[in-house]
């Protein structure tokens, strides 16, 4: 599924965080982390066990060695793999020249995996990604240079990191260390991350329903994926969840699964009911009166004069 949009849709919000990790709920319970680092003009990117997935591009530093970099929206105790982006100095990125490098985690006992997360403090890998290659490389040696290139190991040394060693591992289906996003499921030469269609039977991503209950094909199961289509966006503020033009709240089936929405158990899985909000059909985050998405705008009745429960926020003011 392409993708192109990712590093523009997040940005803004990175920008909004760019002080660092440690987010925190309205309880004072830390719910986010930082991941920084340095690493030569490249992008970086977290696939998450929630679904989520984080980009931020390097900072050019004013032409220094240093190119500092901090993922500030990681989920605390959610496991995520990390990969760098980059390409040849001087020279524009694209699919052509891009380098992926997935990045595997060492921790101090030796366990190496390339699924880390934190207990709640930051994460800082120093100079540990600066070596990573910005050319490609002919690895298999069959005389054509690899878009995928060597896992680079980095050693954990922050208290609260942890490393995840999975026997299996549904973001990364084949176990070789490669996320499912940056695989080439149909061989057509196009990474997914890339590709409008992934398995190659000519029908694009955003227009195929999907009836083994994984939209965005990253893994996660529809009903535990934050974010459905892959598009950056959390589906409590995406409104088009399955990314196929119509608007949720226009359309009977948010995850293009085949079931109707109000047949499917994934809108119970805590982002939502038929508006794709939460999980509570009183609520009406849109403002058209229609609280529980059955496209009838008249929500009123006699017992309960507004039935407006301002779930949006988690509050409970119906007035009866």
């Not at 990117?45 to 050019?60: K, L, N, Q, R, W």
């Not at 220094?64 to 995520?80: G, K, M, R, Y």
């Not at 298999?140 to 299996?168: C, E, S, W």
């Not at 991350?193 to 209950?213: A, F, P």
């Amino acid at each position: 599924m392409n993708k192109t949009t990712l590093a523009s849709v997040i940005s803004s919000a990175l920008l909004l965080t760019a002080c660092g990790g440690g987010g925190t709920t309205g309880s004072g319970t830390v719910s986010q982390y930082s991941l920084k680092g340095n690493v030569p003009g490249t992008t970086i990117e977290a696939y998450c066990d929630d679904g989520s997935i984080h980009t931020v591009d390097s900072d050019s530093n004013g032409g220094t060695a240093e190119h500092p970099f901090s993922l500030d929206t990681l989920p605390v105790n959610i496991p995520c793999r990390v990969v760098v982006i980059t390409h040849p100095k001087g020279v524009t990125p694209t699919n052509a020249n891009k380098v992926v490098t997935p990045v595997e985690f060492m921790d101090a006992n030796g366990k190496v995996s390339t699924a880390v997360t934190s207990a709640g403090g930051d994460i800082d890998l120093g100079n540990e990604l600066m070596d990573v290659n910005l050319t490609r490389s002919d690895l298999d040696g069959d005389g054509i240079a690899d878009v995928i290139d060597t896992k680079q190991v980095v050693a954990l040394n922050d208290k609260d990191a942890n490393v995840v060693v999975k026997g299996t591992d549904p973001l990364d289906k084949d176990g070789d260390g490669i996320v499912n996003a940056y695989e080439d499921d149909d061989n057509d030469g196009e990474l997914n991350h890339d590709d409008l269609d992934d398995d190659g039977n000519g029908i694009e991503d955003s227009k195929e329903r999907h009836t083994n209950n994984d939209l965005d094909g990253d893994g996660v199961p529809n009903g535990k994926d934050v974010d459905l289509d892959n598009d950056g966006k959390r589906n409590s503020i995406d409104e088009d969840d399955d990314n196929d033009g119509i608007l949720d709240r226009d359309d009977n089936d948010d995850d293009n699964d085949g079931i109707n929405d109000r047949d499917d158990d994934d809108h119970q899985n805590g982002y939502g009911d038929d508006d794709g909000r939460d999980g509570n059909d009183n609520d009406d985050c849109n403002g058209d009166n229609d609280r529980d998405n059955d496209r009838d705008d008249n929500d009123r009745d006699d017992n309960d004069r507004y039935e407006n429960d301002n779930s949006c926020n988690g509050n409970d003011n119906d007035r009866t």
